[in-house]
């Protein structure tokens, strides 16, 4: 079984200009392998940024699928993904084994740096008539929204602050782990707001762990076209815990 978190490519060589609707993606589909627990589970992809599903770290010398395939411009320089990796050897265990052991809490958190409606789309589709699907203007299928995941020891609050203006997050009804320990998930819409984003993992007025990511805006400086990549940042407590989570 594959788990892939992002899907985005504009390379006209080879006739792709889509995106698929990833926002929780990468969730949702280990929540799938833990269900499941398939015999073999493939990650997709380490490199691959001309379809934007890397999780592997950003390198200059990588990035031939751009010339090669006349992107109109580079969608993934400056847009790491490394951050999906944090939570990586918790699932592993849990899927490996049942249980898996938390050592530090952590927080990745995703988003698109510019709202649907800004700038062009650059003829990017929702969806691709080439696997026969409904086509729609990629803002139709991807949502402007925050999307978090917490590595957590029992329940936490989320705060999510975008331009300056904070608001309370919340978990997804299927976001809080069974028994307290694993991960939590959840979304907060920005709702064309713009500006600093900082997403806070708190229990009352104690900061557990946050991240200070790349700010949103409404200005798309290549050419005028919208990024429809995500960007990806993580962070772990400075303070060691220990839990074990299990599975069922």
């Given at each position: 079984m594959a788990v892939s978190p992002w899907f985005y490519t504009n390379l006209p060589t080879w006739n792709k200009n889509w995106?698929?609707?990833g926002d929780d993606l990468w969730n949702d589909r280990w929540n799938e392998i833990l269900a499941m627990r398939p015999e073999y589970v493939q990650i997709l992809t380490w490199n691959d940024?001309?379809?934007?599903h890397y999780i592997g770290p950003l390198h200059e010398k990588q990035f031939g699928a751009f010339e090669y395939g006349k992107a109109p411009f580079?969608?993934?320089?400056?847009?790491?993904?490394d951050g999906w990796r944090l939570l990586l050897p918790?699932?592993?265990?849990l899927y490996k084994y049942g249980t898996a052991t938390i050592t530090r809490e952590g927080l990745v958190t995703?988003?698109?740096l510019h709202p649907g409606d800004a700038g062009d789309s650059g003829g990017t589709t929702g969806n691709t008539s080439s696997h026969g699907q409904e086509l729609f203007h990629p803002a139709e299928i991807m949502e402007d929204k925050i999307v978090y995941s917490a590595l957590l020891t029992g329940p936490a609050q989320v705060t999510v602050s975008v331009g300056g203006v904070a608001e309370e997050g919340s978990w997804d009804d299927d976001g809080v782990p069974k028994g307290g320990v694993g991960v939590y998930h959840g979304s907060v819409p920005f709702n064309s707001r713009t500006g600093e984003v900082v997403i806070t993992i708190h229990r009352g007025?104690?900061?557990?762990?946050?991240?200070q990511g790349r700010s949103i805006t409404a200005e798309c400086p290549h050419g005028g076209m919208n990024?429809?990549?995500?960007?990806v940042g993580a962070a772990n407590s400075h303070m060691g815990t220990h839990a074990i989570a299990h599975l069922g």
């Open positions: 995106a698929w609707k940024f001309g379809e934007s580079n969608y993934v320089r400056d847009m790491p993904h918790f699932l592993i265990d995703w988003y698109r007025s104690d900061v557990v762990v946050q991240v990024n429809w990549n995500a960007w």
